[in-house]
């Protein structure tokens, strides 16, 4: 069984200040992680992944994630908020057991940024 | 090459009617999920096929939801007799099979039943 546990349904932050966006997982086999973004009206578009190679991962528009696996935690952050980053965030957890996925989401998190 | 694509983009049907849903995934994927989005909330997983093979069709919430991909491409999701409750975005993905492969998504049917 697997869950995703994102802590904060809403984030408000300053254009220009830092961004932290949590998410727990549990899974019962060794999972990849991914964050999607979605703007509004617009499709799911992959930030970043980590796949059990560097626990530090690097995506797109600056954003990054550290997996934890002592704190089964996959938070995103940015170091300064940009206006387009307003949208929706989502974690995802990702079992493969024998070819088998499973795939599992979170219930995101809005990300306000405000001038 | 092209992403993946879904039709229809809007659809508005009255209830008790079928709907049929298209997923065209990224060519040479072999794995293809549905999802369905309420909204306001994340994506909730409904079906997965590896080629034509439905993997997992755990999330179906009843039995008026069907899916299937006869030769392992194109893929159909079928809802029959339609209730207002089914009202939401539909969303098609697909990857390639291994150890955490991305997911593409294409960019969704919005279902309305009225």
């Known amino acids: 069984a697997q869950s995703v546990t994102q802590l904060d349904s809403h984030v408000s932050v300053s254009e220009g200040t830092p961004v932290l966006l949590r998410c727990n997982y549990s899974?019962?086999?060794?999972?990849?992680l991914f964050w999607y973004v979605q703007h509004p009206n617009k499709g799911l578009q992959l930030l970043l992944k980590?796949?059990?190679?560097?626990?530090l991962v690097k995506g797109i528009n600056g954003f990054e994630a550290e997996f934890k696996k002592s704190e089964t935690s996959f938070h995103l952050t940015k170091p300064s908020a940009h206006m387009s980053d307003a949208a929706e965030y989502f974690c995802?957890?990702?079992?493969?057991?024998?070819?088998?996925?499973?795939?599992?989401f979170g219930i995101g998190t809005k990300l306000q940024v405000i001038p | 090459g092209a992403g993946v694509s879904q039709s229809p983009r809007y659809k508005v049907t009255k209830r008790g009617q079928d709907v049929a849903l298209r997923c065209d995934p990224i060519?040479?994927?072999?794995?293809l999920y549905w999802y369905r989005q309420a909204l306001g909330q994340g994506p909730e997983f409904l079906t997965y096929?590896?080629?034509?093979?439905?993997?997992?069709k755990s999330g179906l919430p009843n039995d008026r939801f069907s899916a299937e991909r006869p030769e392992g491409s194109i893929s159909t999701l079928t809802i029959q007799r339609t209730e207002q409750r089914d009202s939401a975005m539909y969303r098609c993905?697909?990857?390639?099979?291994?150890?955490?492969?991305?997911?593409?998504f294409g960019p969704g049917t919005r279902l309305l039943v009225l």
């Open positions: 993905a697909s990857s390639g099979r291994g150890h955490g492969e991305t997911q593409y």
């Open positions: 899974s019962s086999y060794s999972p990849s």
């Open positions: 980590y796949t059990s190679a560097a626990t």
């Open positions: 995802v957890v990702s079992v493969n057991s024998g070819g088998y996925q499973k795939v599992t």
């Open positions: 060519s040479g994927h072999v794995s």
């Open positions: 096929f590896n080629y034509e093979a439905q993997q997992d």
